[in-house]
């Protein structure tokens, strides 16, 4: 049934960008691509989800426990649609937690998050993506990072090579050179930390 | 530019947004005008043949004042012979549909398509209407495309069956199909066949309906009808494939998810794709009965084509059981999904759908509903709007309506009481003022939404001298949408010079005695203005109107960033704050964070720069970052779209 990416986040970090950039690649890439987005009400700053499905498929909406990867750009958002993915899959994230403005609510840390999404059994790669973009001169280019990211760890392979994906986030992006240096930053973070886990595992 | 990629050179495929491929299917079969009234999920369809005609210099296209203006407007270019569309989400369909209904009389000499895009899931809508029935009920055939090619090819096909004719289609898309993006092989646009060369030609007794010739008319409409259901049989858009005796009746969008979740499934069934559902075509059906038993009605929204379906059955003497949304298959309400069809399909084939079990981290998250964005020139008119309520003693009912204001619904502001329909703020205050005992009506409406239903309302205040404050904010654009112009601004839809109307004289030449316009992003201002406008209003029983003045902050950052102007962001003075809160929860700005010792801090990404923060604090801990230039003070209370 394809290979089902969740996008999560919230409305104004460049969510549904993250998603035209994938699909521009997959369609590079000789695949068949289909991305259902969230507009109007929910873009004001509200919780939003993209699906992105790629390969064979003919729905546009991944349905519960069928996700294959999640990328979430921010850690609530990311918790609040984790039951799209199927058990145990990898969830690649933004390691920041935006509180809802809302008075009188009870946000999460990232820890407790992280911890919470760990024991029911997905794989969780986190990185301060909008730090490290910040870095870079442009902390908006965090969602270009992110997708990095994934694709340094090999989670975005089935969709796209990294090559094709930085291509599509200069076409997608104007003015795009912070956002494809964000991307390659993403990608080496990603291996590094592979490198490191690798060694531990040693 | 968004959404350029409308004019994709022919034979390429490329990633569209389902409404950008109406868009292309409209110009492929060669419209000359397309008029609109934006509304999720109708809005990109303009906005992309906007783009189109800003390169190739044609169709002409508009937004119109409202959707019945915008129906209007295509009518009389395509009585003019000019292949005209006219767009709009569904809830705009009731507003256009006083000429719908004549339009299925008079058809037109050209073609005209209404694009009625739905929302089941109420994504950002007030109901869940389905508008097939409108077809049913006008006898208007509705083309409705199954996915984002499909949209193309059904919009070019619309077009034909509409020319062939001479009687409107309608194009009923719903959410997952206008705002999925999917791969399109663009077709070809001759440009030339897009310039309007129309002429009016008389007809007095097909263009003017009274009794005499609307009998006659009517008596056409029934046979007209006729040879159209069976034109759609023929169509290229409905296909039957595999076999067996179960019948999988896969309806626009239904079709995708009956296809998939069969092939998941791996069960054997025949499967049909319909995307001619009204009128129901006859022969198409019996070649898809044919040997079948049982039939699973896939559609979205109501079960139109399913209750059809009965009567067809039944008046043609077939012994087959039909299922879907009306006998808990699938669920009366909300969107469909792979799940659910895979658990229709599993219960009627006697299959374990093996639907997997989500594992959920068991976290206590707090929601996130959309909230005002940092900047809103709202954001201050609420609390101004709410201190002056209390000072005055009044007992307010806030008549609400459709825009980025509903979102003062939520918590803190609570200054939306009804939310009903577009206008429907000043037209019910209209009721309450005359009823509601003690209490004074604070209707509350947008620019656009003033143009669009508000204006005939206040008409009927002035002259019943009904009571009521309206309150209309104005913040340059139609926002909700996607900061579309409207008619109080001075571009169009194409980007060209327009005359804005004045809100203010025309509140004024309406007869409204007490106008004030004021300063959006001052909270004392407001407070002042609708204390004085209540006392009038308490003292004259009559209605009188604030203008909250000042642009949507998305519309003026993007007109800094072009003009090279650079907003300040504010911060917080530490030594200054007392963690009196008002900021992060009275005012509740999204860009102000609450830190441990319950301090104010600025998160400098979000923060806009429109300073109403230092206007909030009562101890005048914000400060700017760096002195705020007058060119910004002013881009925000002035600047408008550059159009589409």
Same mark, same amino acid.
Request: hydrophobic fraction near 35%.
């Given at each position: 049934m394809g290979y089902n990416i969740v996008l999560a986040g919230v409305g104004g970090q460049g969510i549904i960008t993250s998603a035209r950039i994938l699909a521009d690649a997959v369609l590079a890439s000789g695949g068949n691509v289909l991305v259902a987005e969230t507009h109007g009400l929910s873009q004001r700053g509200g919780s939003v989800v993209v699906h992105v499905r790629v390969g064979d498929v003919e729905a546009p909406l991944i349905p519960p426990g069928m996700g294959d990867l999640l990328i979430g750009l921010e850690a609530i958002e990311a918790a609040r649609y984790v039951n799209l993915l199927k058990p145990g899959s990898p969830i690649t994230l933004n390691a920041e937690v935006q509180p809802p403005p809302l008075p009188k609510i009870t946000v999460p840390s990232l820890d407790k998050i992280i911890k919470a999404l760990r024991e029911a059994g997905y794989t969780v790669y986190s990185i301060p993506a909008t730090t490290e973009a910040s870095k870079l001169g442009d902390a908006r280019s965090m969602n270009t990072l992110l997708l990095g990211y994934a694709s340094g760890l090999g989670l975005l392979d089935q969709a796209a090579p990294p090559e094709a994906l930085a291509d599509s986030v200069a076409r997608v992006i104007r003015r795009s050179s912070i956002a494809v240096k964000a991307f390659w930053h993403g990608f080496k973070l990603a291996t590094a930390q592979s490198m490191t886990t690798l060694k531990r595992q040693r | 530019m968004p959404h350029e990629e409308v004019l994709a050179e022919e034979g390429r495929r490329v990633v569209m947004l389902g409404n950008v491929a109406i868009a292309r299917g409209a110009l492929e079969a060669g419209i000359g005008d397309a008029a609109g009234y934006p509304g999720n999920p109708s809005s990109e369809i303009i906005e992309a043949v906007s783009v189109a005609s800003g390169k190739l210099g044609s169709p002409i296209v508009e937004w119109s004042v409202n959707e019945k203006v915008a129906l209007e407007s295509a009518y009389g270019a395509s009585l003019s012979g000019v292949p005209s569309m006219a767009t709009m989400k569904h809830v705009g369909?009731?507003?256009?549909? !006083?000429?719908?209904?004549?339009?299925?009389?008079?058809?037109?000499?050209?073609?005209?398509?209404?694009?009625?895009?739905? !929302?089941?899931?109420?994504?950002?809508?007030?109901?869940?209407? !389905?508008?097939?029935?409108?077809?049913?009920?006008?006898?208007?055939?509705?083309?409705?495309?199954?996915?984002v090619q499909d949209a193309k090819e059904a919009t070019i096909e619309a077009f034909r069956i509409s020319s062939e004719y001479g009687h409107p289609v309608?194009?009923?898309?719903?959410?997952?199909?206008?705002?999925?993006?999917?791969?399109?092989?663009?077709?070809?646009? !001759?440009a030339e066949k897009l310039r309007p060369r129309g002429r009016f030609t008389r007809n007095l007794e097909r263009y003017t309906l009274i009794p005499a010739h609307a009998r006659r008319l009517r008596e056409d409409l029934l046979e007209r009808w006729d040879r159209i259901e069976e034109r759609l049989s023929r169509s290229s858009l409905n296909k039957i494939e595999g076999g067996g005796d179960l019948l999988l009746l896969g309806v626009g969008l239904g079709y995708r998810y009956a296809a998939e979740a069969a092939r998941l499934l791996g069960v054997e069934a025949r499967i049909a794709k319909l995307q001619t559902p009204i009128p129901l075509p006859s022969s198409f059906l019996h070649k898809a009965l044919d040997g079948v038993s049982k039939v699973l009605v896939f559609e979205e929204g109501d079960p139109v084509v399913e209750t059809l379906l009965k009567s067809f059955i039944h008046d043609e003497g077939l012994d087959v059981e039909v299922h879907g949304r009306s006998d808990g298959y699938l669920p009366r309400a909300g969107e469909l999904g792979l799940d659910k069809a895979m658990r229709a399909i599993g219960a009627l084939a006697g299959v374990d759908p093996g639907l997997p079990s989500p594992v959920e981290p068991g976290l206590d998250l707090p929601p996130r509903p959309p909230a005002l964005c940092p900047g809103c020139p709202y954001r201050g008119v609420f609390p101004g709007l709410r201190k002056a309520v209390r000072r005055s003693r009044v007992e307010p009912v806030y008549s609400g309506d459709i825009g980025c204001y509903s979102l003062g619904v939520l918590p803190p502001f609570r200054v939306q009481d009804t939310i009903v329909e577009m206008g429907g703020s000043i037209g019910l205050a209209n009721g309450i003022a005359k009823t509601a005992n003690g209490q004074i009506p604070v209707a509350i409406i947008g620019d656009s939404t003033f143009f669009h239903s508000g204006i005939t309302g206040l008409v009927n205040a002035v002259h019943n001298r009904n009571p009521m404050l309206v309150i209309i904010l104005d913040n340059r654009t139609t926002a909700m949408t996607g900061h579309q112009p409207h008619p109080g601004i001075d571009v169009g839809a194409m980007g060209e010079e327009a005359v804005g109307v004045d809100i203010e004289a025309l509140v004024k030449a309406i007869g409204v005695e007490h106008v004030r316009v004021v300063d959006a992003f001052s909270i004392r201002g407001v407070e002042k203005a609708v204390t004085e406008a209540l006392d009038y209003v308490r003292r004259e029983r009559r209605p009188a109107v604030l203008i909250a003045k000042g642009s949507c902050i998305l519309v003026a950052l993007s007109q800094a960033r072009r003009l090279g102007i650079k907003p300040p962001v504010y911060r917080v003075n530490p030594d200054k704050c007392r963690a009196c809160t008002v900021c992060y929860t009275a005012f509740n700005c999204p860009a102000i964070f609450r830190v441990e010792d319950g301090k104010a801090k600025i998160n400098p990404v979000l923060c806009t720069g429109c300073g109403v923060c230092v206007d909030i604090c009562p101890f005048d801990a914000f400060e700017p970052v760096e002195e705020p230039g007058k060119d910004w003070i002013l881009l925000m209370r002035t600047a408008t779209p550059a159009g589409w």
């Open positions: - | 369909v009731n507003v256009a549909a !006083d000429p719908l209904f004549s339009l299925a009389y008079t058809g037109t000499p050209s073609s005209i398509v209404v694009v009625s895009a739905d !929302d089941p899931g109420m994504w950002s809508s007030q109901n869940e209407q !389905d508008n097939r029935w409108y077809g049913v009920h006008a006898y208007i055939p509705v083309v409705e495309p199954s996915g309608i194009l009923r898309t719903t959410t997952r199909v206008s705002h999925t993006r999917g791969v399109v092989e663009a077709g070809r646009i !001759d």
